[in-house]
């Protein structure tokens, strides 16, 4: 009777792994089932991935209806054209700026009434005097004070746009100190004196080039936006017969020197102009001076001459080059009403 109850009880056991098996292998051909059915309905994006799409999930894709074209409104937003601003820029004097100086200046426009969104400073004038800390400048031809370094970056960080003034071949300075690798010489070798009594450099010099880039290079560093070089040009008064030009024509020359300080700026995006005499955009050329103006205009952002609004606005529309003309003013003119300069 003891064996018996052992195999019955034995005998309970294999029953209900049994059953259990029987679940199990119910739920297995369900779920093979299910996964045939729905492999119908599995679709793949393009990036490969599986997704599930059932059948009534089309018929309400289907029953969306398509947007009516002719309702759709396809105008593009008008921009509004932007307004040509007028650029009216003062020249202070030049000289050691310091902040009492720049305060002083500040003060004189705001009691005139005037506004200005253009500041220009002379950073080297014809005198072969420099403005500003440069290392390349002869140190007697520096001339600072304490506090000119923090002017200077008063002004480039302005909102206006900030103008550097640059006298580049009137300098008796350098001429005098480099004869013979910059100075323009006569005709007998020695250096040449104009009709004041004074030294240029000569163009024709890779020397006397290379100082002024470097120069304006260093104006850029500071921060301005704009570099304007002055006396861009052979002496136009004395004896200037006695003049050693060298083989090459001025304008050649002269050219030669707005490339090579076209590339030196360049990646610095700031813009160059040119202070031209006023017979270069009313004739188109000075032989005198070595410039013509489609010379100048190929390498210059803008040109600058002491002629009137309207003369500068004619020269303009006849030369038909992309470059600005902005004329030189003695005093403001409220009349006017293009670009202009006023000089302090």
């Known amino acids: 009777m003891a064996g018996y109850r052992g195999y019955s009880n034995y005998r309970g056991r294999k029953s209900t792994a049994k059953a259990a098996a029987t679940v199990l292998l119910i739920l297995v051909i369900l779920a093979a089932v ?22 009534w999930q089309k018929e309400e894709a289907k029953e969306e209806e ?24 003062y020249a202070a004097p030049a000289g ?5 100086a720049w305060e002083e200046l500040q003060g004189t426009l705001a009691a005139q009434g005037l506004v200005y969104n253009a500041v220009a400073v002379t950073l080297k004038d014809h005198a072969g005097d420099v403005y500003f800390d440069s290392g390349v400048a002869l140190t007697r031809a520096v001339k600072t ?5 923090a002017v200077l970056a008063e002004i480039t960080a302005l909102p206006q746009d900030t103008i550097a003034r640059i006298a580049c071949f009137h300098d008796p300075r350098i001429a005098n100190a480099d004869v013979e690798g910059m100075g323009l010489k006569n005709t007998g070798g020695y250096i040449f004196y104009d009709g004041n009594n004074s030294q240029w450099l000569d163009p024709s010099k890779p020397a006397a080039r290379r100082y002024l880039c470097d120069l304006a290079e260093e104006a850029a560093l500071l921060g301005f936006d704009e570099i304007m070089l002055t006396d861009v040009s052979y002496p136009t008064e004395g004896k200037l017969d006695k003049v050693d030009y060298g083989t090459a024509a001025k304008t050649d020359n002269m050219e030669t020197f707005l490339r090579e300080m ?3 700026l360049e990646p610095h995006g700031v813009a ?7 017979s270069v955009l009313t004739e188109g050329r000075d032989d005198v001076s ?9 390498f210059a952002d803008r ?3 002491a002629v009137t609004p309207e003369i500068a606005a004619d020269c303009a529309a006849a030369a038909e080059m992309e470059v600005d003309i902005v004329p030189l003013l003695a005093t403001y003119d409220p009349a006017a009403t293009g670009n202009c300069l006023v000089l302090g």
Not at 36 to 51: A, C, F, K, N, S
Not at 76 to 85: K, N, S, Y
Request: glycine residues 6%.
């Open 272 to 278: 160059l102009s040119v202070e031209v005499p006023a």
């Open 303 to 305: 040109i600058y001459a």
């Open 66 to 89: 398509p947007p009516d074209m002719g309702k759709l409104d396809l105008t593009l937003d008008q921009q509004p054209e932007e307004e040509t601003l007028v650029r009216r820029g």
């Open 34 to 55: 299910v996964v045939m059915l729905l492999q119908r309905h599995i679709v793949y994006d393009e990036t490969g991935m599986p997704h599930l799409e059932i059948p």
């Open 290 to 298: 070595g410039l013509t103006l489609t010379g100048v205009a190929e």
């Open 262 to 264: 076209r590339a030196v």
């Open 96 to 100: 050691v700026l310091t902040v009492a």
């Open 145 to 149: 004070e304490a506090d000119t370094a």
